[in-house]
């Protein structure tokens, strides 16, 4: 890369905030904001490439990131800072913005695992767990996606629960189960022999009969540590049940927060694919100009910060919503749906604009690229978001 000299002016700071959407937010809340994306440009920033080339997670990080003060963002009460949902958007896109792994991790953490337990846990499970997690003394995980069951969850799962006296046995397999290989305990879902409904089970990951292999090879998010969890005969007390999941209908409440959630996330990491994109157009010179002065390359910014900020503004809508407690499961699973498809495009362009060094780490957008695709993923694919969507504004269901 070369670095141009012939700019006639101080050149604009690249800033995703299009529209100034973070100007919403309190002067409290958006000291935290910028408090989280300090932590993120100095500690994660300089060291995520190596970890991501050797697919480890850095646990150097952690007494930091706790010192932060955002698990379980939402949640009211029990040692969690009970802010609003758009706070915690905001903080969701501030993490992938950076690092897309990272905040995946915390997502699994506080969104599904401490989310599943605010949900769907007594009171007496609140008090017991919601705490140690908020300070992250005990790190969570959630398993529900299945070898053979993924999509498919509100009636396929494989997992079962048998229940004996005070206790339940659980027997099946769970994968890709983000945390799992290095955390404390797991939100399992697991299918009740007796009637058949789904429900949720706090199990710690050092009981017996839980055993957890960690998935190797992977091209995405390759820093989040996701395990295959294998549960034979494994133990969990009554107490350990989620006193209020009955059903998968209770699982889909978790999901439709997270949901919601992994929306912010993507256009976080559309955000971080965009600002590296700019700043190397601004310094990289070809034909004896910075590329930036190209008209094709305004135009592939253009496209991409219009995605960003459409996408935003409607994550935004939603967590209006979520926040007046209106939003539907079709709601997020629009947002989701939309705000991934738009992160993939956006990621691409980026990609492209920087030719072949778009492939490297050094140049952080092809680990923007390929942590795109799991984003494009999990917590619903396209398709299923599209019909949740569909039966909403039809009043038919195409699920089969």
Known sequence: MTTSSKAPHALPEPNGDFYQLSRSLSAEDNQLRLKVRKFMEQEVQPIINEFWSRDEFPFELLPKFKTLGISGLPIKGYGCPGKSTMLMGFIMMELARVDASISTFFGV????????IA??????????????????NKIGSFGLTEPDVGSGAAGGLATTARREGNKWILNGQKKWIGNATWGDLTIIWARDVA?????GFIVENKSPGFHVDKIQHKMALRVVQNGLITLTDCQVSEANRLQNANSFKDTAQVLKMTRAAVAWESVGCATGAYEHALRYAQQREQFGRPIAQFQLVQDLLFRMLGNITSTQALCYRLSQMQDEGIM????????????TVRMRETVGWARELLGANGILLDHHVGRFVADAEALYSYEGTREMNSLIVGRAITGFSAFV
Do not use: F
């Open 109 to 116: 953490h506080t969104g599904l695992a401490m989310g599943s």
């Open 119 to 136: 949900i769907c846990g007594s009171e007496e499970q609140k008090r017991e767990w919601l705490p140690e997690m908020a300070a992250m």
């Open 195 to 199: 009637d058949n409904q789904v429900k």
């Open 328 to 339: 539907q499961d079709e709601h997020a699973s629009m947002a989701k749906g939309v705000c």
